[in-house]
């Protein structure tokens, strides 16, 4: 259920899995938490409870519920504390990090990042160890500290070089296009708008099912080209924009309207205007 729901939020946005998600933890998955068990089977019941409820908290953070999402965040490590699972405590560490830098708490993500790194590196995953590392680059550079957010990619490009010979079904998702797209948010970040545009090129060849992560590499593509190219930008963003109508985001509407932001300086351009006006036209839900 789990993995279905997760394919889901990722074609669709959290606004259309949330509810479902949620009453189905409540209905289905809360009683089994409190039946007797053996320890083997226990732990891995906390486990796959712990990977929905953070589902929960991403869809809630998706629509930008920023508080319910902490709230199911956090009982989600409890979860997977209970459940002795480092892998799985590193992403709920990663994925709150995530969410602190979009909510303007740089520091708050750099300390959550190098939880989880820790834990990562416990867990003996270093696809994932490299995850946390990008998440407390993009920390950094939230912060403007070029050198700690070098220093991090470096780190990160590292041990995702180091890699594991068996990587777990769940992290398929880290790869080289998701490497290339978080450190070009970094650089988009630090104003470093060329390798930021070149990154962002190379995070479009990512793995299909990704639908909401092809619309936040677009805009990126978007933002970076803005100062340099804006009608490049605008044909970008526009493609941004179509993929985006059948989601449920309030995010994606969110990099959408940074995209409209960065062209403003360019509006007496007609087709600039016109994104813009689509922009603000398009409902964010």
Known sequence: MTTAFGDLDNQVGGGKVRSTVVHYLHTSVTPLLRGSYTEQIGRRLFAAAAELTKLAGWAAYDLEEHGLAQRYLIQSLRMARAAGDAALNAEILAAMSHQATYVGRPGDAIDLARAARIAARSAGLPTLEAGCHLVEAHGHAARSDERSCGASLNEAERAFDRGEANRPDWLTYLDSAYMSAKAGQ?????????????????????????????????????????????????????????????????????????VRTRLAAYEEMPEVADFRQRVVAAKAV
């Open 186 to 258: 970094c650089f988009q970040d630090l104003g470093e708008h060329d390798r930021a545009t070149r990154l962002a090129r190379v995070s479009l060849d990512m793995s299909d099912g990704y639908q909401r992560g092809r619309v936040f590499n677009l805009c990126l593509l978007a933002s970076s080209l803005a100062v340099e190219d804006p009608r490049e930008a605008v044909r970008v963003g526009a493609q941004a924009l179509e993929l985006s109508g059948g989601m449920e985001s309030r995010r994606t509407h969110a990099y959408l309207r940074d």
